[in-house]
C-alpha cells in the first residue's frame, strides 16, 4: 500500500470523527454541526446530527454563489430520440425552483415522499433536485419496473404525488409509462394525491381527471422558491432495492452525510476536479444514477452527461466513445456488461479508432464484478486505467476502490482494489472468526458506517437490524462473499443470499419465485442466476407442475414467462424457464439451488450430506442438457 493512501485511510478508521468533520467543511451548511458522530444507539448512528443543509442549495446554488452560474452544469444526449441539450447550474436551477414551486403548490411540503418514474430525460433530474430543494423524500423507480413493483413502492412510501412521463423508448419499442402509472395506482392500496406528468413531443397521452397534471400546466404560474433548511438526518430519499423476499427494502439517505461523503469520492475516488467533465452511463432507477448521474458531479460542481441510449444499438457500439469525445469527457463510470456488450459488437475496436479520446483518463466499472477478460480488453483498447470498484445500493459511494484521486494503486485483475477510507472491511467466517488472507469468508464492515451510508431502512427499523446487523455483532453484513489477500486488496466473489445480477441491475431470484408460484399449474419452482457472456447472470426458471394439469409445457412456459414481463418488469430478463419432474431437496425440504446453479454452471459441486434423494441431481442435470441450458 502506498504511504499517503494508507496515512489517510488509517486515519479515517482510527479517528472518523476528526476525518468526517474535517471533510464536511467543504459542503454548505446553513448551520455547521457541532456533534460529527452519534454512537449512542447502535446499530442507528447519527452522522452531523444538530446540522442543517439542503441538498439542493449543495447541488446548484452554491455554484451560483460562487460564480458558476453560467458553466454547464448538465448535458443530455440522447441517440435514441436525437435531441441533445445543455443547461447551465443557473439554467437548471431556475427550472428545478419552479418545479419545486409545483409541488409545493400541488401540497407537497418537508418528509412527503414523491414517487418519480421517469425515462432518462432532464426533467427527471430536475424532479429529483426539487424534492431536495423543498424538503420532500423522493423515491425514484427504475422505468424497466412492472406496475407491480412500482405499487409496492407506492404503498410502502405512502407517496403523496407520483411524477412520471408520458413515455420511455427502448431500442425498437416505446414504454408507455401512461398505463403502467394507472395499472399500478389500481394495484396500489395507497392512492397518491395526485399525478404530474411531463409530456414527451410527439408522444402526448390522455390526462383523465382534475388529479392528473401535465408537467407543463404545473409550472404554468411557477415563481422560483428557495431551498428550505432541512436537519442533517432529515431523509433525502428512498431507494428501493430488492431483498430477500418479494417485498423490496426502502434504503433512505440521510441529508447532511450523503452530501459530505459524495461530494469528497469525486476527487479522492475518481480524480474528478470542477472543471472536468463527467459521465456515469447507468439509469437514476438505480443507485448509480442516484449518486454519480445526479448528486455527486453536482455537489462537486462539475459536468454531468445524462444519456439516453444503450452502449450498443443506440445507434452503433461507437457512441460512448462519441459521447467521450464529444464532451471531453474525464472519466466513465458504467457496468461491466456495457463493456461486454461493445465487446461483443466490435471486438477490434473499430468504431472507438474514429474518435479522438485524448482528454479520456479512466474508466471506473461496477455493478457486478469485472471479469479481468473485459478490463483486460478495455485497458487494451483505452489505453488508461480501468478500475473494478465495489459498492451496494446500501452504502451509496464505493466501499472497496482504487483511490484514484490520493493515489494510484496497481491493478490486479478481478479484485475490486483496497477499502476506500471510511470503510473498515473485515472476513469473517460462519464462526464468527476472522479469515485469515486469502481465506473465504462472508465480507462485512466494522460499524458505524461512514456518512452516506444508510442510516435505517424506510418506516422498518426492526428489519434493518436484523437483516444487517444481527449476525455479525458490531458489522454491517454486506452479503456479499470474497476474501481479502495479503495486501490488501479486496475480492468479490459472490452473493450469500438469492440476490442475482442481471446486465449490471440487482433482481431478487425469490421475487420471481413468488410470481411463478401462482401460475396455476406450478406446483414448486426454483429460480437461479446462471452465469451467461453478456449479462453476466440470467435468470432461469424451473418448473415441478401439479399433477393431472390439463395446459402443454410450452404453454405452461410461455405463461410463466409473460408473468414475471408483467408483474415483475422486463428489466427481470426472465426467459428462460424449464418443466422438471422434481427439485432437489434436502431432507428439511429446502430447495437445492445453488446445487442447481453448480450444475447449470459446469462448476466442481460436493453432494450435500443433507440431500433427501441424490438421483434427483442427475434428472435436473438431463433436463439442463436436453434443454440446451447444459451443454454436454
Ligand atoms: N424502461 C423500460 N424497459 C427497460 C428499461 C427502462 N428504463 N431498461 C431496460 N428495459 C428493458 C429492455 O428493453 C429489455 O426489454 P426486452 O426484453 O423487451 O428486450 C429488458 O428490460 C432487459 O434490458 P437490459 O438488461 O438492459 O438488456 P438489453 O438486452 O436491452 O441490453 C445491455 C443489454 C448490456 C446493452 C444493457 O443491459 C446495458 O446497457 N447495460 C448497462 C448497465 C447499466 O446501466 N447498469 C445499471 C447499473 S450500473
Ligand atoms: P446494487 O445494490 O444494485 O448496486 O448491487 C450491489 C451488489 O452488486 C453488490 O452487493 C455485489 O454483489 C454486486 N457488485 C457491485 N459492484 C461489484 C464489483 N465491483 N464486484 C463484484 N460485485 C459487485
Same mark, same amino acid.
Given at each position: 500500500?502506498?504511504?499517503?493512501?494508507?496515512?489517510?485511510?488509517?486515519?479515517?478508521?482510527?479517528?472518523?470523527?476528526?476525518?468526517?468533520?474535517?471533510?464536511?467543511?467543504?459542503?454548505?451548511?446553513?448551520?455547521?454541526?457541532?456533534?460529527?458522530?452519534?454512537?449512542?444507539?447502535?446499530?442507528?448512528?447519527? !452522522?452531523?446530527?444538530?446540522?442543517?443543509?439542503?441538498?439542493?442549495?449543495?447541488?446548484?446554488?452554491?455554484?451560483?454563489?460562487?460564480? #458558476?452560474?453560467?458553466?454547464?452544469?448538465?448535458?443530455?444526449?440522447?441517440?435514441?430520440?436525437?435531441?441533445?441539450?445543455?443547461?447551465?447550474?443557473?439554467?437548471?436551477?431556475?427550472?428545478?425552483?419552479?418545479?419545486?414551486?409545483?409541488?409545493?403548490?400541488?401540497?407537497?411540503?418537508?418528509?412527503?415522499?414523491?414517487?418519480?418514474?421517469?425515462?432518462?430525460?432532464?426533467?427527471?433530474?430536475?424532479?429529483?433536485?426539487?424534492?431536495?430543494?423543498?424538503?420532500?423524500?423522493?423515491?425514484?423507480?427504475?422505468?424497466?419496473?412492472?406496475?407491480?413493483?412500482?405499487?409496492?413502492?407506492?404503498?410502502?412510501?405512502?407517496?403523496?404525488? #407520483?411524477?412520471?412521463?408520458?413515455?420511455?423508448?427502448?431500442?425498437?419499442?416505446?414504454?408507455?409509462?401512461?398505463?403502467?402509472?394507472?395499472?399500478?395506482?389500481?394495484?396500489?392500496?395507497?392512492?397518491?394525491?395526485?399525478?404530474?406528468?411531463?409530456?414527451?413531443?410527439?408522444?402526448?397521452?390522455?390526462?383523465?381527471?382534475?388529479?392528473?397534471?401535465?408537467?407543463?400546466?404545473?409550472?404554468?404560474?411557477?415563481?422560483?422558491?428557495?431551498?428550505?433548511?432541512?436537519?442533517?438526518?432529515?431523509?433525502?430519499?428512498?431507494?428501493?432495492?430488492?431483498?430477500?423476499?418479494?417485498?423490496?427494502?426502502?434504503?433512505?439517505?440521510?441529508?447532511?452525510?450523503?452530501?459530505?461523503?459524495? %461530494? !469528497?469520492?469525486?476527487?479522492?475516488?475518481?480524480?474528478?476536479?470542477?472543471?472536468?467533465?463527467? !459521465?456515469?452511463?447507468?439509469?437514476?432507477? !438505480?443507485?448509480?444514477?442516484?449518486?454519480?448521474?445526479?448528486?455527486?458531479?453536482?455537489?462537486?460542481?462539475?459536468?454531468?452527461?445524462?444519456?439516453?441510449?444503450?452502449?450498443?444499438?443506440?445507434?452503433?457500439?461507437?457512441?460512448?466513445?462519441?459521447?467521450?469525445?464529444?464532451?471531453?469527457? %474525464?472519466?466513465?463510470?458504467?457496468?461491466?456488461?456495457?463493456?461486454?456488450?461493445?465487446?461483443?459488437?466490435?471486438?477490434?475496436?473499430?468504431?472507438?479508432?474514429?474518435?479522438?479520446?485524448?482528454?479520456?483518463?479512466?474508466?471506473?466499472?461496477?455493478?457486478?464484478?469485472?471479469?479481468?477478460?473485459?478490463?483486460?480488453?478495455?485497458?487494451?483498447?483505452?489505453?488508461?486505467?480501468?478500475?473494478?470498484?465495489?459498492?451496494?445500493?446500501?452504502?451509496?459511494?464505493?466501499?472497496?476502490?482504487?483511490?484514484?484521486?490520493?493515489?494510484?494503486?496497481?491493478?490486479?485483475?478481478?479484485?475490486?482494489?483496497?477499502?476506500?477510507?471510511?470503510?473498515?472491511?473485515?472476513?469473517?467466517?460462519?464462526?464468527?472468526?476472522?479469515?485469515?488472507?486469502?481465506?473465504?469468508?462472508?465480507?462485512?464492515?466494522?460499524?458505524?458506517?461512514?456518512?452516506?451510508?444508510?442510516?435505517?431502512?424506510?418506516?422498518?427499523?426492526?428489519?434493518?437490524?436484523?437483516?444487517?446487523?444481527?449476525?455479525?455483532?458490531?458489522?454491517?453484513?454486506?452479503?456479499?462473499?470474497?476474501?481479502?489477500?495479503?495486501?490488501?486488496?479486496?475480492?468479490?466473489?459472490?452473493?450469500?443470499?438469492?440476490?442475482?445480477?442481471?446486465?449490471?441491475?440487482?433482481?431478487?431470484?425469490?421475487?420471481?419465485?413468488?410470481?411463478?408460484?401462482?401460475?396455476?399449474?406450478?406446483?414448486?419452482?426454483?429460480?437461479?442466476?446462471?452465469?451467461?457472456?453478456? %449479462?453476466?447472470?440470467?435468470?432461469?426458471?424451473?418448473?415441478?407442475?401439479?399433477?393431472?394439469?390439463?395446459?402443454?409445457?410450452?404453454?405452461?412456459?410461455?405463461?410463466?414467462?409473460?408473468?414475471?414481463?408483467?408483474?415483475?418488469?422486463?428489466?427481470?430478463?426472465?426467459?428462460?424457464?424449464?418443466?422438471?419432474?422434481?427439485?432437489?431437496?434436502?431432507?428439511?425440504?429446502?430447495?437445492?439451488?445453488?446445487?442447481?446453479?453448480?450444475?447449470?454452471?459446469?462448476?466442481?459441486?460436493?453432494?450435500?450430506?443433507?440431500?433427501?434423494?441424490?438421483?434427483?441431481?442427475?434428472?435436473?442435470?438431463?433436463?439442463?442438457?436436453?434443454?440446451?441450458? #447444459?451443454?454436454?
Amino acid at each position: 500500500m502506498n504511504l499517503k493512501f494508507k496515512e489517510i485511510y488509517d486515519n479515517s478508521i482510527k479517528n472518523p470523527n476528526k476525518f468526517w468533520e474535517d471533510v464536511s467543511k467543504d459542503i454548505f451548511w446553513y448551520k455547521k454541526p457541532s456533534k460529527i458522530l452519534n454512537q449512542s444507539n447502535p446499530p442507528f448512528y447519527k !452522522w452531523f446530527e444538530d446540522g442543517t443543509t439542503n441538498t439542493c442549495y449543495n447541488a446548484l446554488d452554491i455554484h451560483i454563489q460562487n460564480g #458558476l452560474g453560467d458553466k454547464t452544469a448538465l448535458i443530455y444526449d440522447s441517440p435514441i430520440t436525437g435531441k441533445k441539450s445543455k443547461f447551465t447550474f443557473s439554467n437548471l436551477k431556475e427550472k428545478v425552483a419552479k418545479f419545486a414551486w409545483a409541488l409545493q403548490n400541488q401540497g407537497v411540503g418537508k418528509g412527503d415522499r414523491v414517487i418519480i418514474y421517469m425515462p432518462m430525460i432532464p426533467e427527471a433530474v430536475m424532479a429529483m433536485l426539487a424534492c431536495g430543494r423543498i424538503g420532500a423524500i423522493h423515491s425514484v423507480v427504475f422505468g424497466g419496473f412492472a406496475a407491480n413493483e412500482l405499487a409496492s413502492r407506492i404503498d410502502d412510501s405512502k407517496a403523496k404525488i #407520483l411524477v412520471t412521463a408520458s413515455c420511455g423508448f427502448e431500442p425498437g419499442r416505446t414504454v408507455e409509462y401512461k398505463p403502467l402509472v394507472d395499472k399500478a395506482l389500481e394495484i396500489a392500496k395507497h392512492k397518491p394525491e395526485k399525478l404530474i406528468l411531463y409530456q414527451r413531443e410527439g408522444h402526448e397521452v390522455d390526462l383523465n381527471n382534475k388529479n392528473e397534471i401535465s408537467w407543463n400546466d404545473a409550472i404554468k404560474s411557477a415563481q422560483e422558491v428557495d431551498c428550505v433548511e432541512m436537519n442533517a438526518n432529515d431523509f433525502a430519499y428512498i431507494l428501493y432495492t430488492s431483498g430477500t423476499t418479494g417485498i423490496p427494502k426502502g434504503i433512505v439517505r440521510d441529508i447532511g452525510g450523503h452530501i459530505v461523503a459524495l %461530494k !469528497w469520492t469525486m476527487k479522492n475516488i475518481y480524480n474528478i476536479n470542477q472543471d472536468d467533465v463527467w !459521465w456515469s452511463a447507468s439509469d437514476i432507477g !438505480w443507485i448509480v444514477g442516484h449518486s454519480y448521474i445526479v448528486y455527486a458531479p453536482l455537489f462537486k460542481g462539475c459536468t454531468t452527461v445524462l444519456f439516453e441510449g444503450k452502449p450498443v444499438g443506440t445507434p452503433d457500439a461507437g457512441v460512448f466513445w462519441r459521447v467521450i469525445s464529444e464532451y471531453k469527457i %474525464k472519466s466513465l463510470f458504467t457496468a461491466p456488461t456495457a463493456f461486454r456488450a461493445i465487446k461483443k459488437e466490435d471486438p477490434e475496436g473499430k468504431f472507438f479508432s474514429k474518435y479522438d479520446l485524448s482528454c479520456f483518463e479512466s474508466l471506473f466499472l461496477a455493478g457486478e464484478r469485472a471479469d479481468p477478460d473485459t478490463l483486460k480488453w478495455a485497458e487494451s483498447l483505452l489505453k488508461v486505467p480501468v478500475i473494478d470498484h465495489w459498492w451496494q445500493t446500501e452504502t451509496s459511494w464505493a466501499i472497496s476502490s482504487n483511490c484514484t484521486g490520493i493515489e494510484m494503486q496497481k491493478t490486479k485483475y478481478g479484485s475490486a482494489c483496497m477499502p476506500v477510507p471510511g470503510y473498515d472491511v473485515k472476513v469473517l467466517k460462519s464462526d464468527k472468526s476472522e479469515a485469515k488472507a486469502n481465506e473465504m469468508g462472508d465480507i462485512v464492515v466494522k460499524l458505524p458506517l461512514p456518512p452516506g451510508t444508510f442510516p435505517t431502512l424506510w418506516n422498518a427499523d426492526e428489519r434493518y437490524k436484523k437483516t444487517y446487523m444481527s449476525n455479525y455483532e458490531g458489522y454491517y453484513q454486506t452479503y456479499d462473499a470474497g476474501h481479502i489477500d495479503e495486501d490488501g486488496y479486496v475480492w468479490i466473489m459472490s452473493r450469500t443470499d438469492d440476490i442475482i445480477n442481471v446486465a449490471g441491475h440487482r433482481l431478487s431470484t425469490g421475487a420471481i419465485e413468488e410470481v411463478l408460484s401462482e401460475h396455476k399449474s406450478v406446483a414448486e419452482c426454483a429460480v437461479l442466476g446462471i452465469a451467461d457472456k453478456l %449479462k453476466g447472470q440470467l435468470p432461469i426458471g424451473l418448473l415441478a407442475l401439479k399433477s393431472g394439469v390439463k395446459q402443454t409445457n410450452e404453454e405452461i412456459i410461455k405463461e410463466c414467462i409473460q408473468m414475471v414481463r408483467n408483474k415483475v418488469g422486463p428489466v427481470a430478463a426472465f426467459k428462460i424457464a424449464i418443466i422438471v419432474k422434481r427439485l432437489p431437496k434436502t431432507r428439511s425440504g429446502k430447495i437445492l439451488r445453488g446445487t442447481i446453479r453448480k450444475i447449470a454452471d459446469k462448476e466442481v459441486y460436493k453432494m450435500p450430506a443433507t440431500i433427501d434423494d441424490p438421483a434427483i441431481l442427475d434428472e435436473i442435470r438431463q433436463d439442463l442438457i436436453n434443454n440446451k441450458i #447444459l451443454k454436454r
